[in-house]
Nanobody, 115 residues
Framework: QVHAVESGGGLAEAGGSLRLSCAAS????????MGWYRQGPGKQRELVAL???????NYADSVKGRFTISRDNAMNTVVLQMNSLKPMDTAVYYC?????????WGQGIPVTVSS
């Protein structure tokens, strides 16, 4: 069983920055991927960014150039640095760990960006 716990987030003004962290505990293989999804008000959950254990990264088009994902394989942590925030980034952000056939989710952490 894998547990993912998010931290960071909160309130920021447009143009500001926030940093999200996720620590995953439990048995995680060396081939897992870790990432972040978000769900805005009245919207479906969508991918924000993910990173494989080998360092391959995928970003949503809407965050490219503004958000940076990084990972510490030894610590099983993943960080999302969010810069140049926009009101459209307001959402609940979820940490995601995919290990083989299993997907694990954090409880979610809210991010609110005011205009």
């Amino acid at each position: 069983q894998v547990h993912a716990v998010e931290s960071g987030g909160g309130l920021a003004e447009a143009g500001g920055s926030l940093r999200l962290s996720c620590a995953a505990s439990g048995s995680i293989s060396s081939r897992s991927s870790m990432g972040w999804y978000r769900q805005g008000p009245g919207k479906q959950r969508e991918l924000v960014a993910l990173i494989t254990s080998g360092g391959v990264i995928n970003y949503a088009d809407s965050v490219k150039g503004r958000f940076t994902i990084s990972r510490d394989n030894a610590m099983n942590t993943v960080v999302l640095q969010m810069n140049s925030l926009k009101p459209m980034d307001t959402a609940v952000y979820y940490c995601n760990v995919v290990d083989g056939a299993f997907a694990y989710w954090g409880q979610g952490i809210p991010v609110t960006v005011s205009s």
